[in-house]
């Protein structure tokens, strides 16, 4: 069905979107794994229990890009993923993404709008520079694995 099969093409997306996460990049952390947290985020998203929205980019009945937005007080909307496949990349997408999801949030009362994302990853960074966001802070987040012989 359509359903099942856009369901399936924002899933492929999300994990695409995590590409960069410290959930891929950590050598300890199972490609598997990380797939199955990208996905449940996004159905969880879909769901509405991590988002109140999901807006799509759809070329010729394609999804092509997404975004999630959420709620964090009454005045901060949170961007939490946002996809654009990569065949499709470099036109603009992304930037047509985030407007409307800015446009969006503005529509249902917010005045501030956040987003998170990892600082080597230069799309994602450049992105979002080039749609109004200013660096507000920089955390450093590692992960602590225990040695299993200890």
Same mark, same amino acid.
């Given at each position: 069905?359509e359903d099942s099969?856009? /369901?399936? #093409?924002?899933? /492929?997306? &999300?994990?695409?979107?995590?590409?960069?996460?410290? =959930?891929?990049?950590?050598?300890?952390?199972?490609?598997?794994? !990380?797939?199955?947290?990208?996905?449940?985020?996004?159905?969880?998203?879909? @769901?509405?229990?991590?988002?109140?929205?999901?807006?799509?980019?759809?070329?010729? @009945?394609?999804?092509?890009?997404?975004?999630?937005?959420?709620?964090?007080?009454? #005045?901060? &909307?949170?961007?939490?993923?946002? &996809?654009?496949?990569?065949? =499709?990349? $470099?036109? $603009?997408?992304?930037?047509?993404?985030?407007?409307?999801?800015?446009?969006? &949030?503005?529509?249902?009362?917010?005045?501030?709008?956040?987003?998170?994302?990892?600082?080597?990853?230069?799309?994602?960074?450049?992105?979002?520079?080039?749609?109004?966001?200013?660096?507000?802070?920089? #955390? !450093?987040?590692?992960?602590?694995w225990k040695d299993d012989t200890i």
């Amino acid at each position: 069905s359509e359903d099942s099969n856009s /369901l399936e #093409e924002i899933r /492929l997306l &999300a994990i695409q979107s995590g590409i960069h996460s410290r =959930f891929r990049v950590d050598k300890k952390f199972d490609n598997k794994d !990380y797939q199955k947290l990208y996905q449940t985020w996004i159905d969880k998203s879909i @769901s509405k229990e991590l988002a109140i929205e999901v807006l799509v980019k759809k070329i010729n @009945s394609k999804i092509v890009g997404f975004t999630t937005i959420n709620k964090k007080t009454n #005045e901060l &909307a949170d961007i939490g993923l946002v &996809a654009v496949d990569e065949n =499709f990349r $470099g036109r $603009g997408i992304g930037k047509e993404l985030i407007k409307k999801t800015i446009s969006y &949030a503005k529509s249902l009362g917010f005045s501030r709008l956040q987003v998170v994302t990892q600082l080597d990853n230069i799309s994602a960074t450049s992105l979002y520079k080039n749609t109004g966001f200013k660096i507000n802070k920089i #955390e !450093y987040i590692y992960h602590i694995w225990k040695d299993d012989t200890i």
